[in-house]
């Protein structure tokens, strides 16, 4: 098989995920997308002709982001009609394994050349059809007896709970975007257009849509816990609650709850978009790699506590490297919860100094889909500053499962 060589990758802000309020809140999820692969086709001079596929992960696929975005992006970015799109839903996951088929198409040699990446407006969840949990559907009983799949925020906790995690800082800000580092991958979404990220363990920032500017604290350590009044709710006429499902497979558990709005991931609006192409293309054409796909994976794990596969997907990635954990220069571990990222630390053992290390989705957000094309294009931007080799990429997504990604620099 040949290599996959990441060529580029670029980003548009993340706004808050709330009509009305985040500046991307307004715009189409299409026009979302389109803004990415047309300025990753810019930047690269692209003959789009030459691009076989585009690759899009979106989670909730339904309502305004239904309809195959990727394809629909694409033909708004301009993309030649002979360019073609899918879109597909691993939840969380969606963003690492769209780059994940997309290197796989070229290391199989069906593609030379494609983009990846993924979209979410979650500034659209609520709508009418709509609706981001489909596994949490009371109607669908025969699954909920055999798998019960409870809120996110419930399972949190309760692996917290298990763990014996208690309500620490369990992440630090390392640094402001303003100081340039998250900076160069983010392109423009629209003009005069106002950013607003959101809330995170310590600052967040503001800015027009191309930067982050004006970096503002909030007092996070003293807020109610966010899962408790929503754990013992009764969903249906039978009484049944997250809490009894949680019970149901871990009996006797009794749920402390420690995760709140600051330790919990941001709810916003993003799109990623990640250039892929095979050697023979890119030496053809001039284009100067940054990276290579050394390993992919996908784990699952239990679908009622949801949370746990990244800690076993990781370190299954890693031989298929050739690499152990500890060649790993730098872990981008989605903080879809602060214990996601805390057990994947203490699981695995890892030097703290290596994880997040610009900050994660409780400051920047999560937009669920985009989530995981994001993160390559942090971490090999890191590689980069730091001048460093190996960087891993993972995250938890419903129904129990973790995608990861292995790149190393070129």
Known sequence: M????????????????????????????????????????????????????????TSSQRGRQSGDLARMAALEAGYDIRSSGMTLDRFCGSGISSVNIAAMSIMSGTEDLVVAGGAEMMSTYGEEGASPTPFMDNGNLALRAMHPQPHQGVC???????????RPPWTRWR?????????????????????????????????????????RWRRWRNLKPSFAPIADYPLDETGITYRSMVLQKYP?????????????????DGAGAVLLASPEYARAHGMQPRARIRAMCNMGDCPTLMLNAPGAGGPQSAPAAGLSIADIDLFEINEAFAVVAEKFIRDLDLDRDKVN?????????????????LLI?????????????????TMCAAGGMAPAIIIERI
């Open 156 to 166: 949190a906790d309760a692996i917290a709970t298990m763990e014996g995690i208690e």
């Open 2 to 57: 040949t290599d996959a060589w990441i060529i580029d990758t670029c980003r548009t802000p993340r706004g808050i995920g709330k009509k009305g309020k985040g500046a991307l809140a307004e715009q189409h999820p299409q026009h979302l997308g389109a803004t990415v692969l047309k300025a990753i086709a810019e930047r690269n001079k692209l003959d789009t002709a030459d691009v076989g596929d585009v690759v899009f992960g």
């Open 175 to 215: 640094t402001c975007p303003s100081s340039g580092r998250l900076m160069r991958s983010i392109t423009v979404t629209s003009s005069g257009a106002w950013c607003r990220c959101t809330r995170w363990t310590a600052p967040r920032w503001t800015g027009r849509s191309s930067r982050g500017r004006r970096p």
């Open 252 to 268: 006797g558990l009794d749920i402390v709850h420690v995760h709140h709005a600051g330790n919990s991931s941001g709810v916003v």
């Open 377 to 393: 294009g942090t971490v090999l931007d890191e590689l980069e500053r730091r001048d460093q080799q190996f960087g891993l990429v």
């Open 357 to 373: 290390v610009n900050g994660g989705a409780m400051a920047l957000g999560h937009p669920i889909g985009a989530t995981g094309s």
